[in-house]
């Protein structure tokens, strides 16, 4: 595609998992023309000599996502870690929950993937696929949505060189710090968490078993998540270490040594000690919701619509949600003819995707509040609550099927919509 064109049918904001995922199911079911938009130069690269510190936890229903735009193989071949339970527990008491794939009659509950993984895989589809017109290092400065004169509406973006793109529908996919949703003039409501979330990459003692884990205390929640290499090795593993922002500090101060002490203790040497730690990074945890998702001739998606706490690893899974239904609905409007910037389109997406990206951030503040709550009553009943649930099976497999992403009323919707 000529760099001289200006008009796009899409043009996406942000170049990450949930931009690219979006551009490749439009471009990939459609003939539409998708600009891909990236204010970095960098090609990320996938280093099989070192972890990505950065992974995600994909359910079930995100590698079907992934699968559907022939990403997943790719991803496969690289690198995963497939989770068949997680095993979860109160640190200032006795409650204690087991998930089990088996218990929902599938192989896994999902898998541990590093985003490095991911976005190489996404980035050699686009490359494949001449109706995405990739630019990287280009940023946007500006956006307006112009009439031209009848009631045909478009888009127009001016990129920091002062180039101007137009097309029928903007959609920004480019993260919590969203230049496209402020450059839209869309309020969000957001509060900072006053915690900090420590990660990085450490060996254990024991072998993770393929299970995922998290410990729960009043300072934050603890996870440790499963990775692998080829040759099987189970024993490294992703930590995201929520604590309050002077623990954390405190925390980064650490000699390497010191911190694997501190780390195995903290997690009761479930897996022995921690025998290594890779580079840790210190990441401020704010929660963050878009008052609207979408406006005329604009839409929002993933973190630029909403940013969760890293609690159960759902952020991503929720924004390639996002990125299927809007992208259905996309493929569905064209198919009928109706103009992709048509409000009765994009608000088919908000009413779908909202009420769950809502509920998903409810109960991530709730589970946050329960657990660092020090009352002894309060302990009492969450851990009685812990222990009923594990002895639920039916209860058990709801959940277990929830984390998956079965039961993600998206699914059956997106699949509506595209047919």
């Known amino acids: 595609m000529s760099t001289q064109e200006s008009f796009f049918d899409v043009i996406i904001v942000g170049g990450g998992i949930v931009g690219a995922t979006a551009a490749l199911r439009i471009a990939k079911e459609t003939d539409l023309s998708v600009a891909l938009i990236e204010a970095s130069s960098h090609n990320t690269s996938f280093d099989d000599e070192a972890f990505d510190p950065r992974v995600v936890a994909l359910s079930l229903e995100s590698q079907h996502i992934l699968d559907n735009i022939n990403a997943w193989q790719a991803i496969i071949e690289q690198r995963i870690c497939p989770y068949v339970g997680m095993q979860i527990w109160d640190g200032e008491g006795t409650g204690h929950i087991e998930f089990l794939s088996r218990d929902i009659h599938q192989d896994s509950l999902g898998a541990i993937v590093e985003n490095s993984v991911i976005i190489n895989a996404l980035n050699q589809q686009i490359t494949d696929t001449p109706s995405i017109y990739h630019l990287r290092g280009v940023s946007i400065n500006d956006i307006a949505v112009l009439n031209n004169g009848s009631a045909t509406q478009t888009t127009q973006l001016t990129t920091d060189e002062g180039q101007q793109l137009h097309c029928s ?106 025998k290594h730690t890779g580079q840790r990074f210190a990441i401020p945890l704010v929660q963050r919701h878009a008052k609207y998702y979408v406006k005329p001739g604009i839409a929002l998606i993933g973190d630029a619509a909403h940013a969760i706490h890293p609690l159960a690893g759902q952020g991503v899974n929720l924004g390639l949600y996002d990125a299927d239904v809007l992208s259905a609905e996309i493929i569905r409007a064209h198919q009928r003819r109706v103009p992709l910037n048509h409000l009765s389109i994009l608000n088919r997406y908000q009413r779908q995707r909202m009420p769950h990206n ?40 709801i959940l277990s099927s929830t984390a998956a992403g079965s039961y993600n009323t998206h699914h059956h919707i997106t699949r509506r919509a595209s047919s």
Not at 366 to 395: I, S, Y
Request: aromatic share 10%; with cysteine; hydrophobic share 40%.
């Open 358 to 397: 809502l509920a998903a951030m409810a109960a991530m503040e709730g589970f946050k509040r329960l657990f660092g709550a020090d009352n002894l009553a309060t302990r009492w009943l969450r851990n009685q609550g812990m222990h009923t649930v594990n002895a639920q099976g039916w209860l058990k497999k």
């Open 169 to 274: 529908l903007a959609i920004a996919a480019d993260g919590s710090q969203s230049t496209l949703r402020e450059l839209s003039h869309i309020k969000t409501r957001e509060w900072s968490y006053g915690h900090t979330a420590i990660v990085t990459t450490v060996t254990t003692e024991k072998s993770h078993q393929f299970q995922a884990w998290q410990r729960f205390t009043q300072h934050g929640p603890l996870a440790f998540l499963p990775l692998t290499e080829h040759g099987g090795d189970s024993q490294r593993v992703s930590i995201v270490w929520s604590q309050t922002q002077t623990r954390a500090e405190d925390t980064m101060q650490l000699s390497d040594a010191d911190f694997c002490m501190q780390l195995g203790r903290e997690f009761e040497y479930r897996l022995g000690n921690i």
